[in-house]
């Protein structure tokens, strides 16, 4: 995973234990030497289970399978992956516009199978979100997404979200707890910086 903690990552991880529940993630590679202190609170409060072992010393992979989710994977994920896979692996890794296709550093250290989710870039709670729906029975042609959205605070102020979102009922783009107002503040830094 990325250096560190930013704020946009806490808030992704919060959510992906929110969606998933703590028991069914794990985050792996952490730096050697990391301690609790070092984990922000909010992932602590939530039951982060972490290590900074890499994912084939956690995982006993003469025993286990594993799925990397690759957004340059040649086969498409599909509910009856379900029944193939033990782990599915997500780079903890900050999407860049375009991307640089930094997935692939995990591809050839782990050696294991792929799978892709479409052609375009998700959050990694996005992709973990529709990589549960697929693998609780909903095909990836049947889930409703939102492509870039644009984010908009007020009638002067949007930004453009270069990722694909999952769509909610109500036709909204699902986006981690807090982070609306996140982009808010970074945005308004960032006009800040100009003037
Ligand atoms: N920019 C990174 C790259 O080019 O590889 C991708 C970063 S993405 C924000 C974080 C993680 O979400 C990826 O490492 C991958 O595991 C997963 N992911 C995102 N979009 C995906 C897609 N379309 N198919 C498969 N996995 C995807």
């Known amino acids: 995973m990325e250096q560190g903690f930013t704020e946009w990552v806490i808030l992704e991880y919060c959510q992906i234990i929110r969606d ?56 498409d994920l599909q509910p009856l992956d379900k029944e193939s896979f033990d782990y599915f692996i997500f780079g903890g890794i900050l999407g860049d516009h375009p991307p640089r ?7 050839k250290k782990l050696e294991c199978e792929t ?17 549960k729906m697929i693998l609780e029975g909903t095909p990836f042609e049947k ?9 908009r605070f007020s009638k002067h102020e949007a930004t453009e979200m270069p990722f694909r979102y999952v769509l909610d009922e109500n036709k909204e783009p699902i986006l981690p707890a807090g982070m609306l107002d996140l982009i808010k503040k970074d945005s308004e830094k960032t006009l800040d910086d100009f003037f």
Do not use: H
Request: aromatic content about 4%.
């Open 115 to 131: 799978r892709r989710l479409g052609n375009l870039q998700m959050t990694t709670d996005t992709a973990v979100r529709t990589t």
């Open 101 to 107: 296709d930094r997935t692939s550093e995990l591809k």
């Open 20 to 75: 998933i529940g703590r028991d069914n993630l794990i985050l792996t590679s952490l730096p050697s030497g990391t301690t609790d202190q070092d984990i922000p609170r909010p992932l602590r409060e939530l039951g982060l289970v972490w290590t900074t072992k890499e994912v084939n010393e956690y995982v006993d992979v003469s025993k286990s399978k594993l799925c990397l989710l690759d957004p340059r994977a040649e086969t």
């Open 143 to 151: 889930i409703e997404f939102i492509d870039y959205p644009e984010i």
